[in-house]
């Protein structure tokens, strides 16, 4: 991102991947953003898979330190936004804005759990901040001051089936109670997948409402 643009007096988000992904896949939630000319989004990348969650933490929180914006916003799906949460844990001296997580496991995952045990190398499919943060972990709730939305699936369509029993609404991979945290200003379910949720034009449109108002439309 060059100077011009960073010094910019139009909102920045931040768009945070899940896992296996690279960035490249927010391409249309990054356009769709854009489109009306109230936010410039950045897709940021980590290595999901190798590194651990301290690491992606550090990294997105050294990003956020760097950008010179009135406003910074957060959108993270899946894996990304439980590292935009534990960022937001961690500091107080950003630009004010809000964060959006898309079908992010706030409360563990029970897909992921079944293919840590049942794969042989689950455990390294997943990775060390999967690991950490959804196979093993603990109840979460938010206590910051950032307003914090989250948006679910109910389109079961993915490949948690084949590793859990998802028996209740789900995207696919995760269930929408996994998706529930306490001290969100707001939660939504919508009809969408897991993957789905980044090329939908109902979730961009709900995620850039909120970062706008700080509520969902209904």
Known sequence: MNNDSRQSGTPLVVLVHGLWMSGFELRVLKHRLEAEGQFRAHAFSYPSLTGTMNDHVRALVDFAHGQNVPELHFIGHSLGGLVILRALQLTDDLPPGRAVLLGTPLQGSKAAQGVARILPFGK??????????????????????????????????????????????????????????????????????????????????????????????R
């Open 124 to 217: 390294a499919i997943l990775g060390a901040a999967v690991n950490a943060e959804c196979v093993e972990f603990e109840p979460r709730e938010w206590r910051g001051h950032r307003d914090v939305g989250v948006i679910a699936g109910s389109m079961g369509l993915g490949l948690g089936r084949l590793f859990a029993d998802l028996n209740a609404d789900h995207d696919g991979t995760v269930l929408v109670e996994e998706t529930l945290l306490p001290g969100a200003k707001d939660h939504i379910t919508l009809s969408t997948s897991h993957t789905g949720m980044l090329f939908s034009a109902e979730v961009a449109e709900q995620a850039g409402w909120f970062l706008r108002n700080g509520s969902f439309r």
